[in-house]
T-cell receptor, first 113, second 110 residues
Framework: GENVEQHPSTLSVQEGDSAVIKCTYS??????FPWYKQELGKRPQLIID?????GEKKDQRIAVTLNKTAKHFSLHITETQPEDSAVYFC????????????FGAGTRLFVKA | EPEVTQTPSHQVTQMGQEVILRCVPI?????FYWYRQILGQKVEFLVS????????KSEIFDDQFSVERPDGSNFTLKIRSTKLEDSAMYFC????????FGPGTRLTVT
């Protein structure tokens, strides 16, 4: 079955710096890659996603890249702010519906003011 | 903005008891999911549900678990005989184009 590896497990950056989180997946049939932000005690919130027919997607300070050949995808957060501090999960799925979403282990991001 | 809702927010039960966790997915969504998250760990897929039947389930979703859509709005997860290791946050989710999670039910088995 699908397996998603996520690195690093913890990331500490200074406010204003960039943060990069990397994931790899094992099932080449996966074609949908969402990223979730989870604050303590809260539900995972979708922050950005990418489908396998594109290589990059950007939404303000957040961008995601996908390398299908290498089965890598990454989250980039620029100009980090203290409110970006949370746990970030990458995930992989074979579809936006009907199939299970496999999550990475999560990255705890600390943004120091 | 429509949201996935879940009840109760916290459920405490004794080992061996049955629990039912309830979810109301977003009304026009077609696929429904249950996930669990043990404290401090990743979100784990349990089961997906479409057109009134299970479309896929994980190894975690054994005979102790069942799901049901008893009416047009509710989606339930039943654990027949709870174990200590079932203690976790259980999230319901639904999808039309993007997956939206409910606020979760924290299940504590004592």
């Amino acid at each position: 079955g699908e397996n998603v590896e996520q690195h690093p497990s913890t990331l500490s950056v200074q406010e204003g710096d960039s943060a990069v989180i990397k994931c790899t997946y094992s099932d080449s049939a996966s074609n949908y890659f969402p990223w979730y932000k989870q604050e303590l005690g809260k539900r995972p919130q979708l922050i950005i996603d990418i489908r396998s027919n594109v290589g990059e997607k950007k939404d303000q300070r957040i961008a995601v890249t996908l390398n299908k050949t290498a089965k890598h995808f990454s989250l980039h957060i620029t100009e980090t702010q203290p409110e970006d501090s949370a746990v970030y999960f990458c995930a992989a799925s074979m579809s936006t519906g009907g199939f299970k979403t496999i999550f990475g282990a999560g990255t705890r991001l600390f943004v120091k003011a | 903005e429509p949201e996935v809702t879940q009840t109760p927010s916290h459920q405490v039960t004794q080992m061996g008891q049955e629990v039912i966790l309830r979810c109301v997915p977003i009304s026009n969504h077609l696929y429904f999911y249950w996930y669990r998250q043990i404290l401090g760990q990743k979100v784990e897929f349990l089961v997906s549900f479409y057109n009134n039947e299970i479309s896929e389930k994980s190894e975690i979703f054994d005979d102790q678990f069942s799901v049901e859509r008893p009416d047009g709005s509710n989606f339930t997860l039943k654990i027949r005989s709870t174990k200590l290791e079932d203690s976790a946050m259980y999230f319901c989710a639904s999808i039309l184009h993007e997956q939206y999670f409910g606020p979760g039910t924290r299940l504590t088995v004592t």
